[in-house]
């Protein structure tokens, strides 16, 4: 079956420090990919989307590629400020036919971010 | 901005009773979903819920698990007789149409059986 496998956490780091957290995958078609974050005591919020090989999705300063070849959709942030700290989960989800799209997520990965 | 609701934020319960999860999806959204996580553990699927039925479950959701749509607001999970290992952040979704990839999340119900 479909399973995602994030870094494991976790992950801290100072104010402006360039940030990378892994992600790859494994699925029996061809998946969308997201990130989610959560602050604390909120839900999961959706943080940026790749639906083909070689989408780049980005947002707030974050951005992922989808990349087929290496079956990976790793987040990256240039500079990441105290208000980024959060969980961040890696997860796919499968249409099988355009009606369910259920999730499958990573374990998800602690983020730190001291001032 | 319109978002999904639950309650409670924390529920404690015995062993062998019946807790129900409540959720109040987005207004015109048309799938459900629940999902757990168990801590430490991965966000896992246990149910999906369209047009009043359930579309695909997980291995996880077996007999003791059951989900409503009651009033067309409510979104309710039932566990009927908890278990220990059933201790667990319940997370319940919503996605507007078929062609919308993007699931909004609950804040979660922490649900600690003893």
């Known amino acids: 079956g479909d399973s995602v496998t994030q870094m494991e956490g976790p992950v801290t780091l100072s104010e402006e420090a360039f940030l990378t957290i892994n992600c790859t995958y494994t699925?029996?078609?061809?998946?969308?990919l997201f990130w989610y974050v959560q602050y604390p005591g909120e839900g999961l919020q959706l943080l940026l989307k790749?639906?083909?090989?070689?989408d780049k999705g980005s947002n707030k300063g974050f951005e992922a590629t989808y990349r087929k070849e290496t079956t990976s959709f790793h987040l990256e942030k240039g500079s990441v400020q105290v208000s980024d700290s959060a969980v961040y989960f890696c997860?796919?989800?499968?249409?099988?036919?355009?009606?369910?799209?259920?999730?499958?997520f990573g374990k998800g990965t602690l983020l730190t971010v001291n001032p | 901005e319109p978002e999904v609701t639950q309650t409670p934020s924390h529920q404690v319960t015995q062993m062998g009773q019946e807790v129900i999860l409540r959720c109040v999806p987005i207004?015109?959204?048309?799938?459900f979903y629940w999902y757990r996580q168990i801590l430490g553990q991965k966000v896992e699927f246990l149910v999906s819920?369209?047009?009043?039925?359930?579309?695909?479950k997980s291995e996880i959701f077996d007999d003791q698990f059951s989900v409503e749509r009651p009033d067309g607001s409510n979104f309710t999970l039932k566990i009927r007789s908890t278990k220990l290992e059933d201790s667990a952040m319940y997370f319940c979704?919503?996605?507007?149409?078929?062609?919308?990839?993007?699931?909004?999340f609950g804040p979660g119900t922490r649900l600690t059986v003893t």
């Open positions: 997860a796919l989800s499968e249409g099988s036919g355009g009606s369910n799209y259920k999730l499958t």
């Open positions: 979704a919503s996605r507007r149409t078929s062609g919308d990839y993007e699931q909004y």
């Open positions: 207004s015109n959204h048309l799938y």
């Open positions: 819920f369209y047009n009043n039925e359930i579309s695909e």
């Open positions: 699925a029996t078609g061809y998946p969308s």
């Open positions: 790749a639906t083909k090989a070689d």
